[in-house]
């Protein structure tokens, strides 16, 4: 992957990591974090030349698929609210956009009592 893709990979990675009780995991040789035992970001496997982002949307689908960059995630979870985020070097990917899509997708599938603790609601 170029160092620029790279860069934001880690970036997004780190605000994920930042969730409360988020993990970093590797099922199926993809780079994903969980709260619990539930994803709410995959990163997909390092390949190189393109930035794979997944997320679980239920509010902001509609709207983020009217990128060219995403579209449902496969394997069914596109039904669910998912969508599939795909950067190649030739992209400027929306970094401050993918990392608000990352707070929906942690705040849907977080126990409800972690996003009270991020809310600062206890």
Known sequence: MPADLRRIERRL??????????????PWGENVVKVGKKIFVFFGEPERGRLW????LPDAAGFALTFPWAEPSGYGLG???????VFTT??????GLL????????????????????DGVI
Do not use: F, N
Request: overall charge negative.
């Open 79 to 85: 039904k669910a609210g998912w969508v599939s985020c």
């Open 99 to 118: 990392e608000d899509w990352i707070d929906e997708s942690y705040r849907t599938v977080a126990p409800k009592k972690l996003v009270k603790q991020l």
């Open 13 to 26: 990675l780190k605000v994920a990591m930042s969730y409360p009780e988020a993990w970093e995991d590797h």
């Open 53 to 56: 982002v997944g997320v679980k």
């Open 90 to 95: 030739a992209d400027d990917p929306p970094v």
